[in-house]
T-cell receptor
Framework: NAGVMQNPRHLVRRRGQEARLRCSPMKGHSHVYWYRQLPEEGLKFMVYLQKENIIDESGMPKERFSAEFPKEGPSILRIQQVVRGDSAAYFC???????????FGDGTRLSIL | GIQVEQSPPDLILQEGANSTLRCNFSDSVNNLQWFHQNPWGQLINLFYIPSGTKQNGRLSATTVATERYSLLYISSSQTTDSGVYFCAVGGSNFDSWGKLQFGAGTQVVVTP
């Protein structure tokens, strides 16, 4: 049973470009969460999605960031017009039911030149 | 939101030593997880323990939900135990269900 799959593992972008981070949850999991870990900091919640719905986006920056979890395919975290401050590790987690643990992917390390 | 405090912030151990890491939280929770972030940055899920006691090899954890704390025990530490240990909680209020609030972590270094 494959775990949470994130790709790419590393992503380099120049300032002003777009970054797309993908997350395939564990089989049967319909709850997806995105977290961000800035350098030398802990992890912060960004957004919680269920299939085709954004449930809680209280941790998302108001501009340039968006997330989706379509009926078919992986969840996507999209960052438009990236800036140096977006450099971080982005983790995706999934779970099956609300009273079960979240399982984390290995993360995507985003570097902005 | 829920406040999560971990102590100590840093811990240096000699190989073979035992240690206890603590996590205090400010409100009732319906989810509590302990993670180990290894030097490669991977988050390893250690325990899902909103209450009670669990053991897995040299690691064990106890959560006393009524007193709002959890403890992670590392026995006979090995160099591979080095890394950052995070406690993360999910609140029992509807609007915080799901999302995890992470503590700042305990940086553990195990020396040979």
């Amino acid at each position: 049973n494959a775990g949470v799959m994130q790709n790419p593992r590393h992503l380099v972008r120049r300032r002003g470009q777009e970054a797309r981070l993908r997350c395939s949850p564990m089989k049967g999991h319909s709850h997806v969460y995105w977290y961000r870990q800035l350098p030398e900091e802990g992890l912060k919640f960004m957004v919680y999605l269920q299939k085709e719905n954004i449930i809680d986006e209280s941790g998302m920056p108001k501009e340039r960031f968006s997330a989706e979890f379509p009926k078919e395919g992986p969840s996507i975290l999209r960052i438009q017009q990236v800036v140096r401050g977006d450099s971080a590790a982005y983790f995706c987690a999934s779970r099956m039911y609300s009273n079960q643990p979240q399982h984390f992917g290995d993360g995507t390390r985003l570097s902005i030149l | 939101g829920i406040q999560v405090e971990q102590s100590p912030p840093d811990l240096i151990l000699q190989e073979g030593a035992n240690s206890t890491l603590r996590c205090n939280f400010s409100d009732s929770v319906n989810n509590l997880q302990w993670f180990h972030q290894n030097p490669w940055g991977q988050l390893i899920n250690l325990f899902y323990i909103p209450s009670g006691t669990k053991q897995n090899g040299r690691l064990s954890a106890t959560t006393v939900a009524t007193e709002r704390y959890s403890l992670l025990y590392i026995s006979s530490s090995q160099t591979t135990d080095s890394g950052v240990y995070f406690c993360a909680v999910g609140g029992s209020n509807f609007d915080s269900w799901g999302k995890l609030q992470f503590g700042a972590g305990t940086q553990v270094v195990v020396t040979p």
